[in-house]
């Protein structure tokens, strides 16, 4: 059964995206089968990984009001092992539409549970938000990864997360772990990045990734040609964080 990891921030542009599409490539790369759940009704992880879909194609979100089966929506990315369902603007309806729904916390884990078998880890690629799509994303889980951005006002929210992690443990996901904090764009240059490095690392010290993302241009003009990092730039400083990444992750299974 795969390892099912939530990549939430309720903050916008702090690099849960970029993570959710070069973590999961590297771990593909590595040889894990990986697959990426596009739970953004921005849907950037899709077309992050060069998934285009048209009018009719089917996306998580008609899995998520039970109009599609799960299997039925999976595509395959040109990353080895890697492969996504799908989101796009219409998940932006679901998070109306299933409040009035019975169980409505618990829709993505009953879709995820007939397909990770197939999987050695699930990314959900969360929105901007604290709102229903991420509380589904979170009991859905096994364990959430925190991107943090090494810039002015990163802790902020952070409490509201974690307060909001300890909620769903509390009631809807009694297993939910913290699989850690990542620090993104940092830039070595800044002063502003160690003292957030240094700051995160005085409260949550154990709960840090040792690998810390560089801010990388390559990174961010990757999505632009719908390829990872890996396919786009594999001897980047971004991609080389990510293989990193990748690694120590893989490192703590048991
Ligand atoms: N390490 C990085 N270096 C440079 N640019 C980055 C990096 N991580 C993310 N970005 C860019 O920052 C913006 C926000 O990142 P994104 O992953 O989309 O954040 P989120 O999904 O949290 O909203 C994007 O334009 C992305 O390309
Ligand atoms: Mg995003």
Redesign the pocket.
């Given at each position: 059964m795969g390892k099912i990891i939530a990549i939430a921030?309720q903050?916008?542009?702090?690099?849960?995206?970029?993570?959710?599409i070069n973590l999961s490539s590297a771990l593909g790369f590595a040889g894990a089968k990986v697959l990426v759940v596009d739970m953004?009704p921005q849907g950037?992880a899709t077309s992050g990984l060069g998934v285009t879909l048209a009018d009719n194609d089917v996306s998580i979100y008609e899995v998520l009001i039970g109009r599609a089966d799960a299997k039925s929506t999976i595509r395959p990315t040109n990353v080895e092992n890697l492969d996504i369902i799908p989101g796009n603007i219409n998940l932006s309806a679901a998070e109306v539409e299933l409040v009035t729904e019975m169980s409505r916390e618990t829709k993505l884990k009953k879709v995820l549970r007939g397909v990770c078998d197939e999987y050695n880890f699930v990314m959900i690629?969360c929105p901007?938000s604290l709102g229903l799509l991420t509380v589904n994303s979170l009991t859905a889980a096994d364990s959430v990864l925190i991107?943090l951005q090494c810039e002015y006002y990163a802790m902020e929210g952070l409490g509201q997360l974690l307060n909001t992690i300890s909620l769903i443990k509390d009631s809807l996901n009694v297993d939910l772990q913290l699989e850690g904090i990542l620090l993104?764009?940092?830039d070595p240059r800044n002063n502003l990045s160690k003292e957030v490095q240094k700051q995160v690392e005085e409260y949550l010290a154990e709960s840090i990734f040792d690998t810390v993302?560089?801010?990388?241009?390559r990174?961010?003009e990757a999505?632009s040609f719908g390829q990872s990092i890996i396919e786009y730039d594999i001897k980047s400083k971004?991609a080389a964080?990510y293989i990193e990444l990748a690694k120590e992750m893989l490192a703590r299974l048991p």
């Open positions: 921030n903050k916008g542009g702090v690099g849960k995206t970029t993570t959710a953004d950037n690629d901007p991107p993104t764009m940092f993302i560089p801010r990388n241009v990174l961010s999505p971004g964080s």
